[in-house]
């Protein structure tokens, strides 16, 4: 059978669809294994990619996606909801992300591709699982990277002294937040794409060596912040109308920040996505995820508090915060500003270059599965690199840089990128518990189920009810009920599954607290995040529905793809007469 039989012709499409749903049914809880995510389904994208990375190219990978988006970009927006407490912001999302970190690592080591938590909720929870997430991590790549582009023009308007709305072209019929076209933003972009394009190996080089150099800018303004800064700016607004105190806002903006500055930590899930290049899977993913996560949280709290103890929370640029803090001042420091945004600029860089060598490679295992065009799983011979995905993606994200404004992207990104997180610490879950075919997974599910909706109930009642002995109570009784459920959980259902070579620790507590902490930094977003977020996932599910289903349907028949039905594998392949089924 042709692979896209189901596209031939009009007739072949019609008739596709009135099989929608049975195939919806085959394919949608549809799981892989390792095995073949690992062989027969990296196998179709040609070309292998070369194993050139280390550990240490990890760390700087990771340290380079991280910084430059994180702190030069977010915190503005995070101390309006935090104030001075932002720095304690950067610590919640960054324990967070730690643990999310774990979460993926087991999964990384264990099956060392590029598909990042796409692959890891393929073998887990099925298709329509995988692709939901994958989708969404891949318009939270494009959307952060337009973000901090568009930040990367303001910086360097600081730092020549030029505004960036003089680099920028107002078209008054466009709506609010759509109307200020930046080319340079594009122009970035574009010549980032070139590069991922080029080579893996040269693009860790040049990450390295910007990374360095942000590095030493980053220690000077950490120095600087802190030598001539006021104490007193931890407690005193500028304005005597705004609130005082370390917690103007009081925790729930704290919590609100936290789930701000996520975006700042999707850097490490880009490092994961080089699995399939690393040349020491065992060794080498775990220095490299955790360790960049740990070091880019104690440099996000040192540069929060130095910006902090700098000026009042309330006089905080939110576009800049950072090089605005020092320009146009009369005491001989304004020359940091300029100094501040080359800094900047070669972090907003590295986080760039990072970021889409990630949503190149999670695009070009979407397309390895077929829920997207295969077109996208080509890897060049001469490159070893996925030259379509780094292409169509590049153009994509520089089309949305070209207009739309950053506040509009920064509440998609986090919205998404907790979402993705929340899935990949149930994943791991799942597979330690259930094996598929041998195990009951009701257990499982209920489990994770039951402990999700306490999570939600805690959440709600923590946004919603008032501050009083009643609130207290009722989070206590939730928490509680959250702590029984898990060690419920913990003693009456074993583990069927042991990792070979690493796994999270204090199994099941790390991912079941990081399902707890997602759920409740999703629940500090605001009601317009959610309809944009239901809003892209709505066309997602369209898409899966009228193409992918019936093209992943068709690779399955010829044999491009496996399938686990009824506890086995089927294997179907044109080069083999017989189908062999095995136990898994």
Same mark, same amino acid.
């Given at each position: 059978m042709d692979s896209s039989?189901?596209?031939?012709?009009?007739r072949a499409y019609l008739n596709a669809l009135s099989h929608t749903p049975t195939r919806l049914a085959q394919r949608a809880l549809s799981v892989s294994t390792s095995y073949d995510e690992m062989s027969q389904v990296r196998s179709r994208s040609g070309t292998s990619m070369r194993k050139t990375l280390r550990w240490f190219d990890l760390v700087g990978l990771g340290i380079g996606g991280m910084v430059g988006a994180g702190v030069f970009v977010t915190t503005g927006h995070a101390t309006r909801y935090a104030g001075p407490a932002v720095l304690l912001s950067y610590a919640i999302a960054g324990f967070c992300a730690l643990?999310?970190?774990?979460?993926?690592?087991?999964?990384?080591?264990?099956?060392?591709?590029?598909?990042?938590a796409f692959s890891y909720l393929r073998v887990t929870f099925g298709e329509f699982a995988a692709?939901?997430?994958g989708a969404n991590l891949v318009a939270d790549y494009v959307l952060s990277? $337009?973000? =901090?582009?568009? !930040?990367?023009?303001?910086?360097?308007?600081?730092? *020549? &002294?030029?505004?960036?709305?003089k680099w920028r072209l107002t078209v008054p019929s466009f709506p609010k937040g759509f109307n200020e076209i930046d080319i340079v933003a594009v122009a970035v972009v574009l010549v980032i794409t070139l590069v991922i394009c080029y080579s893996t190996r040269e693009s860790s080089v040049v990450n390295m060596i910007l990374t360095l150099l942000h590095i030493l800018f980053i220690a000077f303004v950490i120095m600087v912040g802190f030598w001539r800064g006021s104490w007193k700016?931890?407690?005193?607004?500028?304005?005597?109308?705004?609130?005082?105190?370390?917690?103007?806002?009081?925790? $729930?903006? =704290?919590?609100? !920040?936290?789930?701000?500055?996520?975006?700042?930590? *999707? &850097?490490?899930?880009?490092?994961?996505?080089?699995?399939?290049?690393?040349?020491?899977?065992?060794?080498d993913i775990p220095v490299g995820v955790s360790g960049s996560v740990v070091i880019v949280t104690v440099l996000y709290c040192l540069m929060a508090a130095s910006m902090t103890k700098l000026l009042p929370y309330d006089m905080i640029n939110a576009e800049a915060p950072f090089s605005a803090a020092f320009s146009g001042r009369s005491?001989?420091?304004?020359w940091i500003s300029g100094v501040i945004g080359v800094g900047a600029s070669f972090g907003i860089l590295t986080s760039l270059l990072v970021a889409m060598l990630g949503q190149a490679r999670y695009m070009c295992v979407i397309g390895r599965s077929n829920v997207v065009p295969s077109w996208f799983a080509r890897v060049h011979p001469k490159t070893s690199t996925p030259v379509n995905a780094s292409a169509f993606l590049g153009i994509f994200t520089a089309a949305i840089a070209l207009f739309t404004d950053l506040d509009v992207l920064l509440n998609l990104v986090s919205i998404g990128t907790l979402f993705v997180f929340y899935m990949v610490a149930n994943a791991v879950i799942y597979r330690r518990y259930v094996a598929t075919g041998t195990t009951n997974p009701w257990p499982t599910l209920s489990f994770l189920c039951s402990f999700s909706i306490t999570a939600i109930m805690f959440t709600l009642i923590w946004k919603f009810v008032p501050t009083g002995g009643a609130?207290?109570?009722?989070?206590?009784?939730?928490?509680?009920?959250?702590i029984a459920i898990l060690q419920l959980f913990h003693c009456m259902v074993p583990q069927v599954r042991k990792p070979e070579f690493w796994g999270v620790p204090f199994m099941p507590w790390i991912p079941s607290i990081s399902i707890f902490l997602n759920v409740f930094l999703l629940g500090s977003l605001d009601g317009p995040s959610y309809v944009r977020f239901g809003f892209f996932s709505a066309v997602a599910v369209l898409f899966y529905v009228f193409y992918s289903v019936h093209a992943s349907f068709d690779a399955a028949g010829d044999g491009s793809l496996t399938?686990?039905?009824?506890?086995?594998?089927?294997?179907?392949?044109?080069?083999?007469?017989d189908q062999i089924s095995f136990k898994v």
């Amino acid at each position: 059978m042709d692979s896209s039989s189901s596209f031939s012709s009009l007739r072949a499409y019609l008739n596709a669809l009135s099989h929608t749903p049975t195939r919806l049914a085959q394919r949608a809880l549809s799981v892989s294994t390792s095995y073949d995510e690992m062989s027969q389904v990296r196998s179709r994208s040609g070309t292998s990619m070369r194993k050139t990375l280390r550990w240490f190219d990890l760390v700087g990978l990771g340290i380079g996606g991280m910084v430059g988006a994180g702190v030069f970009v977010t915190t503005g927006h995070a101390t309006r909801y935090a104030g001075p407490a932002v720095l304690l912001s950067y610590a919640i999302a960054g324990f967070c992300a730690l643990l999310s970190a774990f979460c993926y690592t087991e999964f990384a080591v264990d099956m060392p591709v590029a598909g990042g938590a796409f692959s890891y909720l393929r073998v887990t929870f099925g298709e329509f699982a995988a692709f939901l997430t994958g989708a969404n991590l891949v318009a939270d790549y494009v959307l952060s990277n $337009a973000a =901090v582009a568009r !930040g990367l023009t303001v910086y360097l308007g600081t730092t *020549i &002294g030029i505004s960036s709305a003089k680099w920028r072209l107002t078209v008054p019929s466009f709506p609010k937040g759509f109307n200020e076209i930046d080319i340079v933003a594009v122009a970035v972009v574009l010549v980032i794409t070139l590069v991922i394009c080029y080579s893996t190996r040269e693009s860790s080089v040049v990450n390295m060596i910007l990374t360095l150099l942000h590095i030493l800018f980053i220690a000077f303004v950490i120095m600087v912040g802190f030598w001539r800064g006021s104490w007193k700016n931890f407690t005193e607004p500028a304005n005597p109308q705004s609130p005082t105190g370390f917690f103007p806002h009081g925790a $729930a903006g =704290v919590f609100k !920040g936290a789930a701000a500055v996520y975006l700042s930590y *999707i &850097g490490y899930d880009a490092v994961s996505t080089m699995a399939e290049e690393v040349r020491d899977p065992v060794k080498d993913i775990p220095v490299g995820v955790s360790g960049s996560v740990v070091i880019v949280t104690v440099l996000y709290c040192l540069m929060a508090a130095s910006m902090t103890k700098l000026l009042p929370y309330d006089m905080i640029n939110a576009e800049a915060p950072f090089s605005a803090a020092f320009s146009g001042r009369s005491d001989g420091w304004g020359w940091i500003s300029g100094v501040i945004g080359v800094g900047a600029s070669f972090g907003i860089l590295t986080s760039l270059l990072v970021a889409m060598l990630g949503q190149a490679r999670y695009m070009c295992v979407i397309g390895r599965s077929n829920v997207v065009p295969s077109w996208f799983a080509r890897v060049h011979p001469k490159t070893s690199t996925p030259v379509n995905a780094s292409a169509f993606l590049g153009i994509f994200t520089a089309a949305i840089a070209l207009f739309t404004d950053l506040d509009v992207l920064l509440n998609l990104v986090s919205i998404g990128t907790l979402f993705v997180f929340y899935m990949v610490a149930n994943a791991v879950i799942y597979r330690r518990y259930v094996a598929t075919g041998t195990t009951n997974p009701w257990p499982t599910l209920s489990f994770l189920c039951s402990f999700s909706i306490t999570a939600i109930m805690f959440t709600l009642i923590w946004k919603f009810v008032p501050t009083g002995g009643a609130k207290a109570g009722m989070l206590s009784v939730s928490g509680v009920i959250a702590i029984a459920i898990l060690q419920l959980f913990h003693c009456m259902v074993p583990q069927v599954r042991k990792p070979e070579f690493w796994g999270v620790p204090f199994m099941p507590w790390i991912p079941s607290i990081s399902i707890f902490l997602n759920v409740f930094l999703l629940g500090s977003l605001d009601g317009p995040s959610y309809v944009r977020f239901g809003f892209f996932s709505a066309v997602a599910v369209l898409f899966y529905v009228f193409y992918s289903v019936h093209a992943s349907f068709d690779a399955a028949g010829d044999g491009s793809l496996t399938a686990i039905k009824n506890g086995e594998i089927h294997v179907e392949s044109k080069e083999i007469e017989d189908q062999i089924s095995f136990k898994v």
